[in-house]
Nanobody, 123 residues
């Protein structure tokens, strides 16, 4: 499975961005796709996850109410809408794919990872 993330950029605090991740190859008929992020000097952290048909989602507490994850199962594409961005959201955002149909916030459950896209929020 190959993952191609896009949509990062520089935005002022309070602004919005939309990230997308396109999966190709043998994605499987059931899967979950998640977003994680890593800021300089910090550990990688879970952001959001969704299953293929969109019936299950989960968010980190730090982004609930501000970020929205969505999926287009037919296109194997997952998106992450980032609203009300804060400087502490600055990080490299990674999408990840798991063939396990159960959503999970654990990085170890994801076998395939995208290359990352930088999100920078200025104050």
């Amino acid at each position: 499975v190959q993952l191609q993330a896009s949509g990062g950029g520089v935005v002022q605090a309070g602004g919005s961005l939309k990230l997308s991740c396109a999966a190709s190859g043998r994605t499987g008929s059931t899967y979950t796709m998640g977003w994680f992020r890593k800021a300089p000097g910090k550990e990688r952290e879970f952001v959001a996850v969704i299953n293929r048909n969109g019936s299950r989602t989960s968010y980190a507490d730090s982004v609930k109410g501000r970020f929205t994850i969505s999926v287009d199962g037919a296109k194997n594409t997952v998106s992450l809408q980032l609203n009300s961005l804060k400087p502490e959201d600055t990080a490299v955002y990674y999408c990840a794919h798991s063939r396990d149909p159960l959503i999970s916030a654990m990085p170890a459950r994801y076998r395939y990872w995208g290359q990352g896209t930088q999100v920078t929020v200025s104050s």
